[in-house]
């Protein structure tokens, strides 16, 4: 998955670098797209739990972006390393829990 999803990255890096968006307003963005994961997954059937995984892959592109920008910028912190960290937490559990659920029912 990591060369899959570095590929994207870069490219929406790229475009991101342009902005003035921050890094840890990217990690907002993957919370969110983690979280709309893990709820599309909860219905169980085909289409919502390909849209679940779909949502993931860019919660993970997202993921990737923050670091790169964030190195690119010079603009890395000790509170952006350990946002990025919780949210990764956040997003996998909510959505590993919201994929079983879904899987279930």
Not at 47 to 62: D, H, K, P, Q, R
Not at 87 to 105: E, K, Y
């Amino acid at each position: 998955w990591s060369p899959l999803i570095r590929q994207f990255s870069y490219r929406l890096s790229s475009l991101l670098i342009h902005t003035p968006i921050t890094p840890n307003q990217i990690t907002s963005l993957s919370l969110l797209f983690g979280l709309a994961a893990g709820v599309a997954c909860l219905y169980g059937n085909y289409t919502s739990t390909l849209t679940g995984a779909f949502l993931f892959f860019i919660c993970f592109v997202l993921d990737n972006c923050d670091g790169e920008i964030a190195r690119f910028k010079n603009i890395s912190s000790h509170f952006g390393m350990r946002f990025d960290t919780f949210v990764d937490w956040i997003v996998h559990s909510f959505f590993f829990a919201c994929l079983g659920w879904g899987a279930t029912s």
